[in-house]
């Protein structure tokens, strides 16, 4: 009885172990000293990674319905960072995040308009970041003395997110039911008790509507996808500046491929709350395969998060003064 209890505690404190670890492998002191040695330069990162929510809060308002468009920028991008604050607590957080997006927006935008504009938000970031791993990862072994052991996990990995993205597009072409089949098999083989039909319907408007802005909005489609490359670009301009900061001598393929690796991480570590010590550990690893110390990774894992940090500040005092017009106000010009 005691060990599912356990369970949700058990990934923190063996990331927080690591990370704990790594420190002390590297040296507090000198993490420290790197750190402090960018000074005011740490304002670059921070003003990078707010360009890039911007430019990804642009790509949400024009998956919005039209008539909806018209809210406040600002608004919007503090909803973005409720969702980016959700983030930091590993997957349930995000869907957490995620949904107070919807729910607060709810006023303004039905729900499953919104549900499907902030579905859209996060599947179009997650399918270029795919890409851009894709890219990445055939540059570096292409470009880079990969080690042999190394070489195969990565030419496995780009296949598998080729294929993954090709799927995608099919589906996306198709029109295949991706959210509402797994939901019907689930309540068939009743892993989902009480999955009333309700939420079945639901789940097929924001089907449809996924679909129907592919369809009828094409162009509004593909601008917001492209936004969500030029976010992925700012990531990669971070990266760089980082490096920079840190004295050393980046390129941007450099800055490209170590971007690239690290949503690997991101990706493998999603499962730990605020993905703590594997993302430190993961980004030590990528810089030493780049023939870069683990220490100077450790410090641009740190910088990085600390950057993620301040802008989930943000969101959560944003969330705390948070007031959504309602539709009624909205149309009064209140």
Same mark, same amino acid.
């Given at each position: 009885?005691?060990?599912?209890?356990?369970?949700?505690?058990?990934?923190?404190?063996?990331?927080? %172990?690591?990370?704990?670890l790594l420190?002390?492998?590297v040296?507090?002191?000198r993490?420290?000293?790197?750190?402090g040695?960018?000074?005011?330069?740490?304002?670059?990162?921070?003003?990078? /990674?707010?360009?890039?929510?911007?430019?990804?809060?642009?790509?949400w308002?024009?998956?919005?319905?039209g008539d909806?468009?018209?809210?406040?920028?600002w608004?919007?991008?503090?909803l973005?960072l409720i /969702?980016?604050?959700?983030?930091?607590?590993?997957?349930?957080?995000?869907?957490?995040g995620? %949904?107070?997006?919807?729910?607060?927006? %709810?006023?303004?935008?039905?729900?499953?308009?919104?549900?499907?504009?902030?579905?859209?938000?996060?599947?179009?970031?997650?399918?270029?970041?795919?890409?851009?791993?894709v890219l $990445?990862?055939?540059?570096?072994?292409?470009?880079q003395?990969i080690?042999?052991?190394?070489?195969?996990?990565? /030419?496995?990995?780009?296949?598998?997110?080729?294929?993954?993205l090709g799927?995608m597009?099919?589906?996306?072409?198709?029109?295949?039911?991706?959210l509402?089949?797994?939901?019907?098999?689930?309540?068939?083989?009743?892993?989902?008790k009480g999955f009333a039909?309700?939420?079945?319907?639901?789940?097929?408007?924001?089907e449809?509507?996924?679909?129907?802005?592919?369809?009828? %909005?094409?162009?509004?489609?593909?601008c917001?996808?492209?936004?969500q490359?030029?976010?992925?670009?700012?990531a990669v301009?971070?990266?760089?500046?980082?490096?920079w900061?840190?004295g050393k001598e980046?390129?941007?393929l450099?800055?490209f491929?170590i971007?690239?690796?690290?949503?690997?991480?991101?990706?493998?570590?999603?499962?730990v709350?605020?993905?703590?010590?594997?993302?430190?550990?993961?980004?030590?690893?990528?810089?030493?395969?780049? /023939?870069?110390? $683990?220490?100077?990774?450790l410090?641009l894992?740190v910088?990085?998060?600390?950057?993620?940090?301040?802008?989930?500040?943000?969101?959560?005092?944003?969330?705390a003064?948070f007031?959504m017009?309602s539709?009624?106000q909205?149309?009064?010009?209140?």
């Amino acid at each position: 009885m005691r060990t599912p209890r356990l369970a949700p505690v058990l990934p923190v404190c063996l990331g927080a %172990s690591l990370f704990a670890l790594l420190v002390w492998k590297v040296g507090a002191r000198r993490l420290l000293g790197d750190v402090g040695a960018a000074g005011w330069g740490l304002l670059l990162p921070v003003a990078i /990674g707010g360009m890039s929510h911007a430019v990804r809060t642009l790509a949400w308002r024009l998956t919005l319905p039209g008539d909806c468009r018209p809210i406040p920028f600002w608004r919007l991008m503090g909803l973005r960072l409720i /969702g980016e604050a959700g983030g930091q607590f590993g997957i349930t957080g995000q869907l957490a995040g995620e %949904s107070a997006r919807v729910w607060l927006i %709810s006023p303004v935008v039905p729900v499953p308009r919104g549900a499907s504009s902030v579905a859209l938000d996060r599947g179009m970031f997650a399918i270029g970041g795919a890409i851009l791993t894709v890219l $990445g990862v055939v540059l570096a072994l292409l470009t880079q003395p990969i080690p042999h052991a190394l070489f195969a996990f990565f /030419g496995l990995l780009a296949a598998g997110l080729t294929a993954f993205l090709g799927s995608m597009a099919l589906a996306l072409h198709q029109e295949w039911p991706l959210l509402s089949a797994p939901s019907r098999l689930l309540q068939r083989f009743r892993v989902t008790k009480g999955f009333a039909g309700g939420w079945q319907e639901a789940i097929r408007r924001v089907e449809r509507t996924l679909f129907s802005f592919h369809r009828e %909005s094409p162009a509004a489609f593909w601008c917001s996808f492209a936004l969500q490359l030029i976010a992925h670009g700012f990531a990669v301009a971070e990266v760089y500046s980082i490096l920079w900061l840190l004295g050393k001598e980046p390129s941007v393929l450099l800055a490209f491929l170590i971007e690239a690796l690290t949503k690997v991480v991101n990706l493998a570590g999603s499962f730990v709350p605020a993905n703590i010590g594997t993302y430190e550990g993961g980004n030590m690893l990528i810089l030493a395969t780049f /023939g870069l110390r $683990g220490s100077t990774g450790l410090t641009l894992a740190v910088i990085r998060r600390l950057r993620a940090l301040f802008w989930s500040a943000l969101g959560l005092a944003y969330l705390a003064a948070f007031r959504m017009p309602s539709r009624r106000q909205r149309q009064s010009g209140e």
